[in-house]
């Protein structure tokens, strides 16, 4: 009988195949390279349900149907005893029983090949094979749990630093110089209300209200207090550009401020939306890691992460990496603004050279 095995997305026609023992040894010699784990067999009736292949009964079913298509798929180790063993195990206690029927007529052996002491050897083999498995078990739970362990505190790194960037207040405390540089300063008084709050106005203002009765000398005095208060006026100008000139440098000293703080705001608010956005994408993969570490059912060996070093010399050097092409890619932009420099210094200086030359001409 020819059978086709499939498994995954690798087939194979299965020649000659009589009994369960020469299908699953096929299979194993077929797919010796992909099949590193025990498997089961079954195949898709029509109602597309699967019918399990576990014996010769069940391989005795399909034995007349040539070229059937059966499915092989990787098991866990400890499912194994289903398949050899207890197989093995049935048929001891089936030659038990003949022996007991026979040594009651009287026709028993005590040859070392009677199925009493077959039975016994069998049954050790199996208490072998069930204490190797149990071990091994045991050592793939620890192994698992080690790496439950490194996962979950690769999220908790993680997370941590999600918090820490999330707390980050260095935009905060920009944001507060900014509004403290940009808060209007007190506006000073004036011109002419500064000259109104001048004594000397207040004498004049007297003397000119009473000039009729003024004598020789308060007119004098009068005279005196005119020339006071040009000087007076001419200093508070004076005192008034040079505060205004002071006023107007420090209004440029406070752009330039305005303007580098407004930078470093972006920048930092820029780096830690990346950041965020990185840490949250490492958080999903571990989370979906560790889900898949803690399935029984999956093949933890295959999950491939970082612990919490790992990811941090991974995460240091993806960082240095990414400072390093930033400085190449302004060098290359200073190196291209030096070469068009260069070329408009050239374009200049002929254009010079040939202005010379019509100079000469004429």
């Known amino acids: 009988m020819n059978i086709i095995a499939k498994y995954k997305e690798f087939e194979k026609t299965l020649e000659n195949i009589v009994t369960y023992k020469d299908l699953r040894k096929s299979i194993r010699q077929s797919f010796k390279f992909i099949l590193k784990n025990n498997f089961t067999i079954y195949y898709l009736d029509e109602d597309n349900d699967k019918i399990t292949i576990s014996n010769q009964e069940d391989l005795d079913v399909i034995q007349n149907t ?16 289903t398949d050899d063993s207890f197989q093995k195990l049935d048929k001891s206690v089936k030659e038990t029983v003949n022996y007991f029927r026979k040594l009651s007529n009287g026709h028993a052996n005590n040859d070392s090949n009677s199925p009493k002491i077959i039975l016994q050897q069998e049954m050790e083999q199996a208490k072998e094979i069930i204490e190797t498995t149990n071990n091994t078990q045991e050592i793939l739970d620890k192994k698992r749990q080690r790496v439950i362990q490194e996962i979950t505190t690769t999220i908790d790194h993680i997370r941590s630093e999600i918090l820490k960037i999330e707390n980050d207040d260095t935009e905060k405390r920009l944001n ?12 000073p008084s004036s011109l002419s209300k500064e000259l109104s709050e001048l004594p000397i106005i207040q004498q004049i203002e007297q003397a000119e209200n009473n000039i009729i009765n003024l004598n020789k000398v308060e007119r004098e005095e009068l005279k005196r207090n005119y020339n006071n208060l040009v000087k007076q006026v001419t200093n508070i100008i004076s005192s008034r550009q040079k505060n205004q000139a002071t006023q107007i440098a420090l209004t ?16 930092t608010n820029k780096k830690n939306q990346r950041l965020l956005k990185q840490y949250n994408g490492l958080l999903s993969q571990y989370q979906k890691k560790l889900k898949e570490a803690e399935n029984k059912k999956y093949n933890f060996e295959k999950i491939e992460y970082m612990n919490k070093e790992q990811l941090e010399n991974f995460l240091d050097k993806q960082m240095k990496e990414e400072l390093k092409a930033k400085q190449e890619k302004i060098e290359k932009l200073k190196q291209k603004e030096e070469i068009i420099n260069i070329e408009n210094q050239k374009n200049e200086q002929e254009k010079l050279n040939e202005c010379d030359q019509f100079e000469d001409i004429d």
Do not use: G
């Open 176 to 187: 507060e110089k900014l509004e403290k540089l940009q808060k209007p300063q007190i506006n």
């Open 252 to 267: 440029k000293e406070v752009i330039k401020t305005e303007q580098k703080l407004k930078l470093q705001i972006t920048k």
């Open 66 to 81: 040539e070229n059937f298509e059966i499915i092989v798929e990787e098991i866990d180790d400890a499912s194994e005893l």
